[in-house]
């Protein structure tokens, strides 16, 4: 089975089912229209329709602070390599973060692997949710072509007149859907309302900048003594936050 | 042996002694690793030499000099702890009156032998070592800068400022609710407190080593602040602030 | 949980002896706490750290061919390494590596080497100088050419002498100033005046550069003058605030290159046109 379906009444059971294997997390309204991953229980305390989070998810792939290291200083500076873990389900989680998780897998798979990284990940499970809209005006998604989903997920969820269109991409995916017994085959008629909901987003998602996607890494080459970097870097304030709540830098 | 360390303090709400007397779970714990000889809010004082001092207030009066001196003199280190013995804090609000309209104005004419100066910061008398930032100080931080000395290690301030903890901790911008923060120019090292706590960043902990401030104030320029608005936010905690960028 | 294996873990070393270079400068010589060897090449670098400190990248100054016992020389300027010039022999000390792309020695053993090297430059270079001593039959005509500020401040003084007198090495220093009281007797100058006079072939001759930012250039435009012109020629090794020392963290970039794992060892044309590398 790689897709299946699951109606809107049963989110909830499902949310509550991953609640009661582990923990959850998904986007919380944090007021002032903002939002941020935390622990929830149910889908109740969730507001899907976020725009992104203050931080991105990569907050649990690789946490601000961790112990990388244990050793006693009595043992000769024998070091002890751990990894701090925990199962975590990441509910909900929009293109443009998936994208940029899948940054991060690339650095950190990269040989020489980083355990740490690499340990910690596998003990995420993925749960995508498909922007049927902008979330807001300040999205660039369609001119980086993240707006569709591209991969990077246990399971992916795309929204129906009456349910969710879930595409399963993993084992780990496979066998949550199996034991949840919460989700039904697809049928002809789903599989045509995401071919509609797809053909919608085309008129919807337009390169929000006027420039072409493969142009991109020359025009950051050609730009790079450009006075638009000192007008933008007049403005900074030295916060070191654009780095904090970029999806893939650390 | 046990370093030997002392609490003093000068011209303040002695609120900074206070949050350390307040880490009551750690104090104990403390005692062990250390020789407390003097803290006049608990003891009396011995005049001792010291291996680390940590001092609070503002110095305001000759006497307070000579104090000060005196108890640098025989410390192998000298820590400010708090705004006003770190950065004059919320003590140099009274400078825009002469030092003897302040006395005139808090104890009359009546008391003409005060002898009264302006408040200044440990650093404009002696050499400080280190410091511990805030208003009042941060427990936590207290409790790391110590434990960095007691293993003979220089600690380190942050070098960032509290927006970016706040950031971290996924706190709402206040400026979201259209209420302005001095967040971006303050040095962090609180956990952004104030922010947490649904209130905002007044600059208490002094600011980073190279603050942005133009651009800063184009930010509370948009935000409908006039010149004299900024400086009245600047005058809290970082009244000598710096001329506009 | 615990993992049997971290790129981020030190490993214990043993501090067998030290030594002083120069005033600011001492020579390690360390073993790994298990005796087995580092297992690293000319040119690479490790993350030397002490418990509570921090970590910091230092060159290897001494050839794999001289056995599992290792050397660094370094320069007391921070924490770490003040900490560092403390400590006596049979102290622990952490490290992690070896780090980097090597020189490249397939492309040396062509022809006549120019090892050049200007100030600190000489303890990585060092480790190429042993293992062409090591291995002559390998290698061509080696000529090193060492500058410094001062006479005080040439480093491995003991092994410039040994090379100086090897029939094998045609070793020559060069300091900007002089002292008046001072019983140097090497050249003045900066290092391309020393190299304008020096008499080799530069037909398959290659030179590997090592040193301060500010020496690259005006070596390299000798270099070309005097005819070590066109691609694989010219080798240097960059210095870089490495951290992670695999490529991770980016903290060593240069444009698309990380210093640490794609270099510090780089061939000049590599790295020419990128911005801030030389």
């Known amino acids: ?250 | 042996m046990k370093p030997k360390v002392g609490f003093f303090d000068f011209t303040g709400c002695e609120g900074c002694q206070l949050t350390v007397l307040n880490l009551e779970r750690e104090l104990l714990d403390l005692v062990e690793l250390m020789e407390i000889v003097e803290f006049r809010e608990i003891s009396s004082d011995q005049g001792e030499a010291l291996d680390i001092a940590f001092v609070e207030g503002s110095i305001c009066s000759s006497a307070e000099i000579r104090r000060l001196k005196a108890i640098r003199a025989r410390s192998r280190q000298l820590f400010a702890l708090g705004a006003c013995a770190d950065t004059t804090g919320i003590n140099a609000l009274c400078t825009d009156r002469t030092s003897e309209q302040l006395v005139g104005e808090v104890y009359g004419t009546a008391v003409g032998h005060l002898r009264y100066r302006h408040p200044r910061p440990l650093e404009a008398f002696v050499k400080v070592d280190g410091r511990v930032p805030g208003c009042p100080i941060d427990g936590r931080e207290f409790l790391a800068i110590l434990q960095s000395l007691l293993i003979d290690r220089m600690p380190e301030l942050p070098t960032y400022a509290v927006c970016a903890e706040c950031k971290l901790l996924e706190l709402p911008c206040t400026f979201e609710r259209g209420v302005v923060c001095l967040g971006p120019l303050t040095r962090a090292g609180c956990d952004a407190h104030c922010i947490a706590e649904g209130d905002r960043c007044r600059g208490c902990r002094g600011q980073v080593d190279a603050p942005r401030s133009g651009p800063y104030y184009r930010i509370l320029e948009e935000h409908g602040l006039s010149e004299e608005d900024i400086l009245n936010e600047l005058r809290i905690f970082n009244l000598s602030g710096e001329k506009r960028g | 949980m615990t993992i049997p294996a971290s790129l981020y873990a030190p490993r214990p070393c043993r501090l067998l002896e030290t030594s002083d270079l120069t005033p600011q400068e001492k020579l390690f010589r360390l073993q790994l706490a298990d005796d087995t060897s580092l297992g690293h090449q000319p040119g690479q670098f490790i993350q030397l750290s002490l418990p509570g400190l921090t970590e910091a990248p230092i060159s290897i100054a001494s050839s794999p061919t001289r056995g599992p016992v290792f050397e660094l020389g370094v320069r007391r300027a921070g924490r770490l390494t003040s900490a560092l010039h403390q400590l006596a022999p049979g102290a622990t000390i952490g490290i992690r590596g070896p780090f980097g792309r090597p020189f490249q020695l397939d492309a040396l053993r062509s022809g006549p080497l120019l090892l050049i090297a200007g100030g600190c430059g000489l303890a990585p270079l060092r480790s190429l100088i042993q293992y062409c001593q090591d291995r002559p039959e390998e290698f061509g005509a080696v000529h090193i050419l060492y500058g410094a500020r001062s006479p005080a401040d040439l480093m491995f003084k003991d092994d410039l002498a040994v090379w100086q007198r090897s029939d094998r090495l045609d070793c020559r220093t060069t300091v900007d100033r002089t002292p008046a009281a001072s019983c140097y007797d090497g050249d003045t100058g900066l290092l391309p005046e020393l190299l304008s006079r020096l008499d080799f072939d530069p037909t398959d001759c290659r030179a590997v550069l090592v040193g301060p930012p500010p020496m690259y250039r005006p070596v390299i435009a000798e270099l070309r003058r005097l005819g070590l012109d066109g691609d694989r020629r010219i080798m240097l090794s960059l210095e870089r605030q490495m951290r992670c020392g695999v490529g991770k963290c980016g903290h060593c970039s240069i444009e698309h290159l990380s210093c640490c794992s794609d270099g510090p060892v780089f061939w000049l044309e590599e790295v020419e046109n990128l911005r801030g590398a030389l």
């Open chain 1, 1 to 250: 089975m790689t897709q299946a379906l699951i109606a809107k009444t049963k989110l909830a059971d499902l949310v509550s089912f991953l609640a009661s294997c582990g923990k959850v997390v998904g986007p919380v309204p944090l007021g002032h229209g903002q939002f941020k991953f935390a622990e929830v229980s149910s889908l109740a305390e969730m507001a899907l329709d976020y725009i992104p989070t203050i931080l991105p998810p990569k907050k649990y792939f690789m946490p601000q602070y961790e112990t990388l290291l244990r050793y006693d200083g009595a043992d000769g500076q024998q070091m002890q390599a751990v990894v701090e873990v925990e199962e975590l389900v990441l509910f909900g989680v929009h293109t443009c973060d998936l994208a940029g998780i899948q940054c991060l897998n690339v650095v950190f798979s990269d040989r020489p692997r980083d355990l740490h990284y690499m340990i910690r990940k596998n003990h995420i499970t993925l749960i995508g949710l498909e922007c049927s809209d902008y979330c807001d005006g300040f999205a660039s998604c369609a001119m980086l072509r993240n707006h569709l989903p591209k991969g990077g997920y246990d399971l992916f969820f795309s929204e129906l007149s009456d349910g969710y269109f879930v595409d399963i991409k993993t084992h780990k995916g496979e066998q949550l859907v199996e034991e949840s017994g919460l989700f039904e085959p697809v049928s002809d008629a789903a599989r045509e309302q995401l071919q509609e909901l797809r053909r919608s987003k085309k008129q919807i998602f337009r390169s929000e900048v006027p420039i072409r996607y493969q142009d991109i890494p020359r025009l950051f080459d050609e730009t790079f003594d450009s006075d638009v970097w000192t007008r933008i870097g007049e403005k900074c304030l030295s916060c070191g936050n654009c780095t904090n709540v970029c999806p893939t830098c650390y």
